[in-house]
């Protein structure tokens, strides 16, 4: 299955559940996490909507984040925090 039916069937789950709880679809967000994945995927995934990426190694982040310079994306460090890594991932990421 492409990237774009998998967006759209989480598009379609996010609305009806919202709809049930009486809650704007809009305000939910969706957090595309890039482990592993190469570059033109996740380049797919921008062009569905996806804006926040998570990512939890920083070596494949850094890789990912240059790749990708050109798009706005907001980066996400999901992996466990390590102390010789930590002021390259505050430089990095928007989020952790």
């Avoid at 990426?53 to 920083?58: A, F, L, R, V």
Wanted: charged share 30%.
């Amino acid at each position: 299955m492409k990237i774009k039916d998998n967006y759209n069937k989480i598009m379609d789950t996010i609305a009806r559940a919202c709809q049930r709880v009486e809650r704007d679809p809009a305000e939910v967000q969706i957090l595309g996490v890039a482990k592993e994945q190469p570059v033109e995927k996740i380049k797919e995934a921008y062009k569905c909507g996806i804006r926040l990426i998570g990512e939890n190694k920083t070596q494949e982040a850094e890789v990912h984040q240059a790749a990708l310079s050109d798009l706005k994306v907001n980066w996400h460090f999901i992996g466990k925090l390590q102390k010789n890594k930590i002021n390259r991932i505050l430089k990095s990421f928007d989020f952790i």
